[in-house]
C-alpha cells in the first residue's frame, strides 16, 4: 500500500509518497530533507524530532527514526534556517591576490613578421604557460577579436572570453563540519563575500560524530561512497542555490576551496577513513591537494580547481590549518587556539615553534549522551546563569520555548551550579533538598515548570569531555616550556566556542582562569580561513609553512596525559 | 521505404538499413565504414569505390558517393588492411625511462612514534608530491597491505595497487596523419612494442587535406566539433581493439602521446583551424599539451595522461618535431629532413642553427589532381620504371592488377619518361607518335593493355608541386649560408618519402643530384617520435629545445620564392 505523507517546512508544503511500512526518518532522506539525527536512525540521540499534525494525531513530537508509516500522515518539520549554524566571522578583510584572475588584454591582430601562435601572445603577456583545450577552442571562436578577457589558475588559462561580455569569476569558500556544512559565494574579482548557504552535514544520517561516520564507512556495503555522495550532492545543492540567488551560471564558479577535519576531507573525496579510528591514527593524505572539478563531480565549471587545505595529522584538520591562517601565530608572543566540538583541537605557539594536539572530548559539547542535550536547534538553552538574588536567567536559541540544552548552555548551567554551591568541586552535586531524580540519577531541574533536567551522570560526561581539553591544554604549555601567563592571547575558533561563555569555562577550569582576559573568539575560523586561501594566494605558503612548522602531540601516547586528565576533571577554587 | 544493403568486407559479411534515396557514402560512413574519399563526397577524386554485386548488377565499381541506394544493394568494399599506412619506422631503440613509471615499494606498518600519513610516507619514498583521488581511494581499500604497485606520471601517483597484482603499464604513440592514422601500444615498463593499430583518417570525408578540412571547419555548422569527434571515435575504436587484442582493459592505458600535423591537432582538441588557412598563418596553439584522458574523452585511464607534441608553425607540425626526435639534428654535421605530403615540410639545419620551411606541394603526389592518381591503395602503381632494353617493368600495391597510380609511381614514371627521352626539360612531351590523347590532353599509356595513362597536365601538376619543394630545400640551403654539398645527410620521412625512388626524385629534381648517396629513409619518423616521447621523459627537453631553436622561414614572404620555384620546375640535366 503507498502511503502520503504531506510535508510542512518554511511555509511551504510538499507530498511525498512511500511504501506502507517504511521508516519515516527514511523517506525523508530519500526525498532530500536533511533531518539532524546524530545517532544515524539508532533512536538513541532523541534529536530526530518531527511534529505529526492533522486531525487523527495529537500533534506531538516523535522521533522520525522510530516512526513507521503506517497511513497518510501530515507533518511539520523545523525549518534548516532555525539551525542555529556558525557562519559569521570577525570579517576580517583578507589580501584580494587570487589564485583565479580575471584579465584583459589586448590582443593586437598577427603580422606575417611575427607568426606566433595566438597562445603564446597571451602566454607571453600574462606570463601563463598553458591553456585547458576548452579555453583553445572558446579563442578560436574569438577569432576576430582583439580584446579579451582571460581566466586564469595559476600558469594555466582555464578560460577566454570576448572582453565586451567578462564573465564574472567567483569562488565558493567551503567549511565541511561535521554537523553542518556553510558555503561562501566569494567574488573573486572585489574580493567581496556575496552570499552564504548553510546546511546541516547530510552525512549525520550514517552517524553523528567522525568515528560513527568511520564506522559506517568501514561496516557498511559502499559505505565511503555514500559518504562521499552524501557531501557532493550537498555541495552542489549549495552551488545551484547560490548561483540561482545571484543569477550566476556554475560555469561562472572557477574555483572552490574547502576545509574540514580530516575525517570529512576523506570521506569527500572517497577515501576510507578506517585508518584514522584505530593506533597510531594514520591517515592517507594530509596534504594540501588540487583537483580539477570533474574529479570531485562538483556543478561548477568543468576546467575549475577545487582546493582542499592541508592538514596536521588524523586529529588536527583542515579547518585547524584554516583557524591559523587568520589569526597571528606568525607574530610575536605565544597564542593558544582552542577549537571543541567532539575533539577539542589545541594549538599553541609563537612565531617559531607551534604544538599542536586533540583531545578526545566526547560528544558531550555536542548535545549526545546529555539526559537533555541537543545541538544548536531551536529551543535549545544557549545561556544560564543564576544571578545574586537567585533567579534563573536563559536564553534559547530562536527564543523559543526551552526544549533541551545545547553545549554552551551545559557549560553555564554546570558552572552556575558549582559557583553557587550546588556542586562539590569533585563534581558531585551537594545534598539538597531541592534535587529531584531523573532516570534513577540525581537531576537538577533547570528552569521551574519545564521538564528539563540536568543528572549527575551529565555533570560526569562534562568533566570527561573538560578534562580532557584542559589536559590538553596542559600538556602543551608544558611541552613548549612555557608558563601560562606567557600565553598573551587565547583564541576560541568553531560554533562551541563562540557561543560559550568565556566566565563560565574559566570557572570551571575548561580555560585557564589566568586567561580568561585574554580570550578573544574568532567565530567560524576555517571558513574564514577558506575564504582568505580563496583571495589572497599567499595564503598557500602560509599554510604550508604552518603545516610544517607545527609538532603534533599525540596525547595517546603520552603516559603524564593520564594524570593531567584526572587532575583537570576537578572544578578549580573560585 | 527502407533498403537493405547487405556489405562484403573481410571475409565479415554486414546488414545494414537506410531510407530510400539516401547516398551510399553517407550511409556506410554512419555505420562505421571508413571510406576513403578525400574529396569530401563531391565526386572530383574518384576515390571512394565500392563493387556494387549480386544478380541485377554488372560487378562494376561506382563511386559510393555519387551512389543514389533505391532498392537492396548487395556490395563488396576495399579491406581496410589492404590501404597501405606506413606504419614501421628504422626500429631504432629508445631509452627506456618513461614518464609514466611502474614502481613497487614497502610500506612499512605506521608506528605511533611516526604518525606521517600514508601518502607522505610513499610521496618521501618515490619523491613524488601529490595523487589524484581515485589512487587515494585505491589506498584507503588496500590498508593492510604492505606491498604496493604505484604508477606515477611525474610527480603525481595516479594508481595504486597491491604489488601481488601489479597493472600492466601501456601507453599508445600515435601519429595522427591527414589521411591515415597510426597508433602503437606500447608496454611502459619493457619499453616493448607488443601492438600497432592503422587506419583511414575519418576525417577525409570531410575532405581530403588540410585545406579542405579547415573549409568545413568554418563553412559546415558543428564542423570543427565533428571533425573532433571523428578523430576521438577512431582513436576509441584502436584504442579497444589494441586492448581486445592484448587482453587489456582501458584502464591500464596510462598514457596517450600524440603528434600530427597543426590541423590535425587542432581539430582533434575541437579547435577551430580557421586561421591557418589565411595570411598570415598564425595558429591558436604550438606548445605541447598536457591534458588528462579526461578532457578528451579518450577511452584509457581516466586518470591518466594525454600528451600533444609542440609545433613549429602552423604549416610544420608537431609531426616534423617527432621526426628531429628520432634523427640526429642534436649532432655535429648539417642535416636536411624532407616530409612530402600535401605539403612538404623541409628542415635544415645542425647543431647550433635549424631553419624550417614549409612549401604547398599540392596534392599531386598523394594522387589528387592526376588523372589516374589515386592514394596508396591496392592496385596502384608504386613503382615503374623503362629497362634498356625498353621494357616496361612496374609493381603495383597488394601486386594487385593495375588500375591507378600513387605519388611514388608518378615519380618514377616521369623520372622514366624523362630519362628516356619522352619528356623535355621543361616537362613538355616530345611530339611522339607512340603518344594517345586522353581528355584532349598528350598522354601516355603507361603499360601496354591497360587503361592508365600519364597526361600533359598531369606532368605540370608533378612539376609545380616538386618545384615547391626544390626551391624550399634551395631557400633553407641559402638561408643558413652553406653549400649543398656541406650536408652529409638527406633524411625522407614520412609516407611517401619512405616509398619514393630516390634515383628518381633526383633525377628529376626534387631532391638535389648532389646529396643522393646521403639519402636515409626513416618510415614513420613521426610515429617513431611519438615512440620516443612515450618512453624517454627526455625527449619532452630535447623537443622544447628543438622547438626553441628552430627558425621558421615563411616562403609566402619571400621575394626570391617565386624565382627558385620556377627554376626548379625545370627538370636539370643527366
Ligand atoms: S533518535 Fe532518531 S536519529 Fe537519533
Ligand atoms: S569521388 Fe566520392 S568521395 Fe571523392
Redesign the interface.
Known sequence: MKCRIKIHLDGRTETVHCESGAVLLEVLYQNGYNIYGPCGGRGSCGKCLVKIIGAQSDSKLRLACRTEVTGDLELELIPQQELKILAEDRGQDFRVDPYIKLETIYLAP???????????RI?SMLGT?????SA??S???L?QQTDLSVVTAGDKIIDICSAKTPPPAYGIAVDIGTTTLVMYLIDLVSGEEVGVYACANPQSRFGGDVITRIDHAINQPHG?AKLADALVNALNTGISQLCDQHSLTREQIYHAVLVGNTVML?TL???????IAH?????????A????A???NLAMNPDGIVELLPAV??YVGADIIADLLVTDFNCDGWKLLVDIGTNGEIVLGNKDQIFACSAAAGPAFEGARIAFGMSGMPGAVASYRITNQNQIEYETIGGREPVGICGSGLVDIIAALYTNGWLTPTGAFENREELVEYREQPAYQIIPNYDIFLTQRDVREYQLAAGAVAAGIRILIQESGIELADVDRVYLAGGFGNYINPESAAALGLIPKELLARVEKIGNGAGAGAKRWLLDRSAKAEALELKRRIK?I?L??RADFQEYFTDAMFFPDY
Chains 1, 2 share one sequence.
Open positions: 598577427p603580422q606575417i613578421d611575427d607568426q606566433r601562435d595566438y597562445l603564446s602566454n604557460r598553458t591553456a585547458v583545450p583553445l577552442r579563442l578560436s571562436a577569432e565511503t576523506h573525496l572517497g577515501v576510507n577513513p578506517g585508518s593506533a597510531p591514527y594514520v591517515p592517507f593524505f594530509t596534504d591537494l588540487e583537483l580539477a570533474k574529479d570531485l595529522s588524523s603534533y599525540e595517546s601516547a
